[in-house]
Nanobody, 126 residues
Framework: VQLVESGGGLVQPGGSLRLSCEASGFTFSYYVMGWFRQAPGKEREFVAFISASGSTTAYRDSVKGRFTIFRDNARDTMYLHMNSLKPEDTAVYHC????????????????????WGQGTRVTVSS
């Protein structure tokens, strides 16, 4: 199982970025996937998840209306499009695979994810 994130970088407040998460080594279309982030000195926090088919998504309150999670199962890739970025969005962003059998109530808890990428750094600063 391998997850590889890309697309991070330095952006000014109000700017946009699109993160990608390329998956390999498992049947991507079978799994719920999520994005989490970790800022320096803070715990990893939920950002968004997407169902296996892509029909259901959920976001943390602070990113609703600004971030969009989507996936292309034909390309084994998940994305996070981020608009109107703020300095408080600065973090290392990780994609994760929700373990099989996890309930819908467990999708926002990082402990229920059994595979992670190495992360891509997003810095929002002027």
């Amino acid at each position: 199982v391998q997850l590889v994130e890309s697309g991070g970088g330095l952006v000014q407040p109000g700017g946009s970025l699109r993160l990608s998460c390329e998956a390999s080594g498992f049947t991507f279309s079978y799994y719920v996937m999520g994005w989490f982030r970790q800022a320096p000195g803070k715990e990893r926090e939920f950002v968004a998840f997407i169902s296996a088919s892509g029909s259901t998504t959920a976001y943390r309150d602070s990113v609703k209306g600004r971030f969009t999670i989507f996936r292309d199962n034909a390309r084994d890739t998940m994305y996070l499009h981020m608009n109107s970025l703020k300095p408080e969005d600065t973090a290392v962003y990780h994609c994760g695979r929700l373990r099989g059998g996890a309930s819908v109530y467990q999708r926002q808890n990082s402990q229920n994810y059994d595979a992670w990428g190495q992360g891509t750094r997003v810095t929002v600063s002027s």
